[in-house]
T-cell receptor, first 120, second 111 residues
Framework: EVQLVESGGGLVHPGGSLRLSCTAS????????MDWVRQAPGKGLEWVGR??????????EYAASVRGRFTISRDDSKNSLFLQMNSLKTEDTAVYYC?????WGPGDYWGQGTLVTISS | QSALTQSASRSGSPGQSITLFCTGT?????????VSWYQHHPGKAPKLIIY???KRPSGVSLRFSGSKSGDTASLTISGLQAEDEADYYC???????????FGGGTHLTVL
């Protein structure tokens, strides 16, 4: 059974940093692209970014709204995905989901999400 | 404001069929067959129900079907059941700098 479990959410002041983690199980993690998607309170889903697999040189792609502030990385030896978020803004407040991405879309399996709140 | 447009809410009765729509532009739905649909029960992980416009992942009910015409994608749910009450989101690849875009979601109520 595919499982994705996010962690690391919490309350941060504007301008601060936070690192989210996602631990995967139930599939060959190293074979797959991995994405982050977020949902602000009362809003729809927003794709945040992607990291491709080793075969595709671990290329990263980001939404315009987070490019230059967020960094996605992975540790295939630990079946783990990370999202380093810097220069956080109040509009980054959201539930952040880890997803197993693919060439056709942002995810066939999703975690249950971790809440990030940016507030002074 | 989401890149793809969905009705905020829809409702239907058990046993009925309902079609949800997702409207994009020539930068996304019109130009690519990478449309997917997700079912989201609040507090749970979103679930993929349609990908590549019409394909169903293994284990997804045959009651769910997808299609596309021009800049609008559609999700049809036949034989509505109480468990179908959820939020439904569409997604598409986009040629803009963001790669993947979502709709704002449709809340489906089964009366």
């Amino acid at each position: 059974e595919v499982q994705l479990v996010e962690s690391g959410g919490g309350l941060v002041h504007p301008g601060g940093s936070l690192r989210l983690s996602c631990t995967a199980s139930g599939f060959i993690f190293s074979d797959h692209y991995m994405d982050w998607v977020r949902q602000a309170p009362g809003k729809g889903l927003e794709w945040v970014g992607r990291i491709k697999n080793k075969l595709n040189s671990y290329i990263t792609e980001y939404a315009a709204s987070v490019r230059g502030r967020f960094t996605i990385s992975r540790d295939d030896s630990k079946n783990s995905l990370f999202l380093q978020m810097n220069s956080l803004k109040t509009e980054d407040t959201a539930v952040y989901y880890c997803t197993r991405g693919s060439g056709w879309g942002p995810g066939d399996y999703w975690g249950q999400g971790t809440l990030v709140t940016i507030s002074s | 404001q989401s890149a793809l447009t969905q009705s905020a809410s829809r409702s239907g009765s058990p046993g009925q069929s309902i079609t949800l729509f997702c409207t994009g532009t020539r930068s996304d739905i019109s130009s690519y067959n990478f449309v997917s649909w997700y079912q989201h029960h609040p507090g749970k992980a979103p679930k993929l129900i349609i990908y590549d416009v019409t394909k169903r992942p293994s284990g997804v009910s045959l009651r769910f079907s997808g299609s596309k015409s021009g800049d609008t994608a559609s999700l049809t749910i036949s034989g509505l059941q109480a468990e179908d009450e959820a939020d439904y989101y569409c997604s598409s690849y986009t040629s803009t700098s963001t790669n993947w875009v979502f709709g704002g979601g449709t809340h489906l109520t089964v009366l």
